[in-house]
């Protein structure tokens, strides 16, 4: 079964530094997202991108935060200056049109 | 109007039994409703889902049922196991909008 894949599995970054989480999602998807998830919190939605641009962010998803489609396969979220508050479970999916979300495993980002 | 609101939070079924997970929702533009399982350190798992054009929805043990006027929907999981101990999330999202959550229930199943 076709898989989302998420790097690295936990990062662990001072206070102030840039973190960039990775993901390759399905490769016939067409929608893609990252959401967070604080722990033993609900999962928050983060932004959605399509066609090679933002097509929807939250309110959480400020200056500090930007997503790129480098290449045709991944998929990143980069965090420019982390804040203690931004320690979370952070989760790329993807999906085609009409579909739920297939999930990756997850980055557990600590910042210290 | 984007808030989904689950209940319960945490839920304790013995092995055998019923567990029924409820969600809420405000916004009537959604029309896509799934509900997602979660294993502790793994992301949700999308287990079934329905579209407001039906009423219940049936895989295996699991079977949503949905009440578009009262703006309800429920997650049934009949002869619970122990392996279904897990964190539930239900969700309602446009087609091709972001998708948003309830808080989760966390289901305990005991053998």
């Known amino acids: 079964e076709p898989e989302v894949t998420q790097t690295p599995s936990h990062q662990v970054t001072q206070m102030g530094q840039e973190v960039i989480l990775r993901c390759v999602p399905i490769?016939?998807?067409?929608?893609f997202y990252w959401y967070r998830q604080i722990l033993g919190q609900k999962v928050e939605f983060l932004v959605s991108?399509?066609?090679?641009?933002?097509?929807?962010k939250s309110e959480i998803f400020d200056d500090q935060f930007s997503v790129e489609r480098p290449d045709g396969s991944n998929f990143t979220l980069k965090i420019r200056s982390t804040k203690l508050e931004d320690s979370a479970m952070y989760f790329c999916?993807?999906?085609?049109?009409?579909?739920?979300?297939?999930f990756g495993s997850g980055t557990r980002l600590t910042v210290v | 109007q984007q808030q989904v609101k689950q209940s319960p939070q945490s839920l304790i079924v013995q092995k055998g039994g019923i567990s029924i997970i409820n969600c809420a929702y405000e916004?009537?533009?959604?029309?896509?409703f799934p509900w997602y399982q979660q294993f502790p350190g793994k992301g949700p798992a999308l287990l079934i889902a329905?579209?407001?054009?039906?009423s219940e929805k049936k895989e295996g043990r699991f079977t949503i049922s949905f009440n578009k006027s009262a703006k309800q929907f429920s997650l049934h999981i009949m002869d619970s196991q122990p392996g279904d101990s897990a964190t539930y999330f239900c969700?309602?999202?446009?087609?091709?909008?972001?998708?948003?959550f309830g808080d989760g229930t966390t289901l305990t199943v005991k053998p």
């Open positions: 916004n009537t533009a959604f029309d896509y």
């Open positions: 969700a309602a999202s446009r087609r091709t909008g972001k998708s948003t």
């Open positions: 991108f399509y066609n090679n641009e933002i097509s929807e």
């Open positions: 490769s016939n998807h067409l929608y």
């Open positions: 329905i579209r407001p054009d039906v």
């Open positions: 999916a993807s999906r085609q049109e009409e579909h739920g979300y297939t």
